[in-house]
């Protein structure tokens, strides 16, 4: 059964260090998103990607983020300069073309900022 | 700003028996609800999702109902299993192909 990845499972980075997240969506899927959870809490939505532009964006998604799906194949999310409060999961998703609205997720990057 | 809510953080069913998870929604505007699943260390998976213009969708063991006039909805596993102990969220979303909100999760123990 195809399934989203991502890489890494775990990133460890300091303060105002940049990282990048790497997923791989689900080969004939159209749709691509990034979520957070920040531990004991919600997941909440960052950004959703579609036709290689963002198709919309939630208050957290600030100038220090971006995405990119550099090839055909990948989907990444960029922290430019990384604070504390940026630990959490991370979450990749994506959604094919269709009448259900399902979208299927990742395994999730946990990411400590120190 | 809860959108969607699941005021119980917590529960726990006994093997066997019918588990209901709840579910409450703010905006009138939400188009499709969908419950995942969650194991700790793992993303979620999806399990079952309604449109709104339904008002019960049925997968094997388990079924989404849902209450427009209260903005309400509920997940039933029955008959409960070990392995369905689990985080649950329940998840909305306002048309298209929009990104989803999610409640904080249900905490759901299956006791033997």
């Known amino acids: 059964e195809p399934e989203v990845t991502q890489t890494p499972s775990h990133q460890v980075t300091q303060m105002g260090q940049e990282v990048i997240l790497r997923c791989v969506p689900i080969s004939n899927h159209l749709y691509f998103y990034w979520y957070r959870q920040i531990l004991g809490q919600k997941v909440e939505f960052l950004v959703s990607f579609y036709n290689n532009e963002i198709s919309e964006k939630s208050e957290i998604f600030d100038d220090q983020f971006s995405v990119e799906r550099p090839d055909g194949s990948n989907f990444t999310l960029k922290i430019r300069s990384t604070k504390l409060e940026d630990s959490a999961m991370y979450f990749c998703?994506?959604?094919?073309?269709?009448?259900?609205?399902?979208?299927?997720f990742g395994p999730g990057t946990r990411l400590t900022v120190t | 700003d809860q959108q969607v809510k699941q005021n119980s953080p917590s529960l726990s069913v006994q093997e066997g028996r019918i588990s209901i998870l709840n579910c409450d929604y703010t905006n009138s505007m939400f188009d499709y609800f969908l419950w995942y699943k969650k194991y700790p260390a793992e993303g979620p998976t999806f399990l079952i999702s309604?449109?709104?213009?339904?008002d019960k969708n049925e997968d094997g063991r388990f079924t989404v109902f849902l209450n427009k006039s209260a903005k309400h909805l509920s997940l039933h596993i029955v008959p409960s299993q070990p392995g369905d102990s689990a985080v649950y969220f329940c998840?909305?979303?306002?048309?298209?192909?929009?990104?989803?909100?999610f409640g904080k999760g249900t905490h759901l123990i299956i006791q033997p």
């Open positions: 998840a909305a979303k306002l048309g298209g192909a929009d990104g989803l909100t």
């Open positions: 309604i449109s709104s213009i339904k």
């Open positions: 998703a994506s959604l094919g073309q269709g009448e259900s609205y399902e979208q299927y």
